[in-house]
């Protein structure tokens, strides 16, 4: 992939192929903001930002599997940049632990249950949800003794899901908090989502009742204020990105003078482990 010359024009390839220009407006924004996107994250900087140009990219490559289109298309270079170093400092994988949804010329960041789950266990809590099916043996009892017991049919698991349950337990110890829905609390949790009828709940229900789930549980939990914040704005479409990464990202313009130096290539791979400048 060629990138840009010296004095910042395209190259004839970024004129021919508007992939290779995004991909390469990606690179120049976070190169020009390289040092002061490396300050936001407590170790490993320069590696994490590395990760974030690499997750950009591979963002902006994904395409729809039905019609092969690029699901990115109709959104700019910043708004995948911005969106990607944003599911980074929360520490999370785009593409794993949380999905870049468009939505018009604009992202939504939806946290996948693996990502909730990895929030809350960095935040010191185990957290387990579940979809139970019919066929399937569960019983439960809520309360101070409470407890689930659930085992799943042997034979193939058809039958269409009849509880969700979640269960949460500190890892310094003290009891278990068990939270159960029956299947039509379930439905009643699903008409009231602004994407009631989206591919989630569509493609995905025992997914999207193990989420329902996970948000369910975190209402009992004294988890940090920043983690709810940005789970309650996920369930109303929204998703917190801080004023410190937005105004980073958004103050960098085309005609703008990188602000600090940064090696002319980066190497971008699937895991891209390594940091700027370092050799393959």
């Known amino acids: 992939m060629q990138t840009r010359g010296t004095n910042g024009r395209q190259t004839t390839a970024e004129v021919t192929d508007p992939q290779a220009a995004k991909e390469a407006r990606i690179r120049e924004i ?9 300050n936001l994250f ?46 980074h400092h929360q520490g999370l994988e785009p593409g794993a632990d949380a999905y870049l949804v468009p939505y018009g010329g604009r992202i939504t960041i939806i946290k996948s249950p693996q990502g909730l789950i990895k929030l809350m266990f960095n935040a010191g809590w185990r957290v387990e949800a579940r979809a139970v099916r019919e066929g399937d043996f569960f019983e439960h009892e809520l309360g101070p003794d409470g407890y689930v017991r659930h085992r799943k049919a042997s034979n193939r698991r058809e039958g269409g899901v009849t509880f ?25 949790y699903r008409a009231q989502s602004q994407q009631a ?28 204020a920043t983690l709810m914040t940005s789970m ?12 410190e990464i937005m105004r980073i990202l958004r103050e960098n313009r085309r005609d703008a003078a990188p602000v600090a130096p940064m090696p002319e290539t980066v190497t971008l ?4 482990a390594r940091e700027p400048g370092e050799e393959g």
Request: glycine letters at 8%; a negative charge; charged letters at 25%.
């Open 232 to 243: 309650r704005q996920e369930e109303s479409g929204g998703v917190e990105v801080t004023d």
């Open 42 to 87: 407590p170790k490993d900087g320069e590696t994490m930002v590395a990760r974030a140009v690499s997750s950009a990219i591979m963002a902006s490559r994904a395409t729809n599997p039905k019609d092969g289109r690029r699901m990115l298309e109709a959104v700019s270079a910043e708004e995948i940049a911005e969106k990607c170093i944003a599911c």
């Open 30 to 38: 976070f190169k020009a903001q390289w040092k002061m996107l490396s």
């Open 164 to 188: 969700g349950y979640a269960f949460a337990k500190h890892m310094s110890g003290g009891p278990a908090t068990i939270d159960v829905l029956s299947r039509d609390d379930i439905d009643a």
């Open 197 to 224: 009828n989206g591919p989630m709940w569509s493609n995905n229900y025992e997914g999207a009742v193990r989420k329902t789930m996970i948000h369910r549980i975190a209402e009992y939990l004294p988890l940090p």
């Open 269 to 272: 791979t699937a895991d891209a």
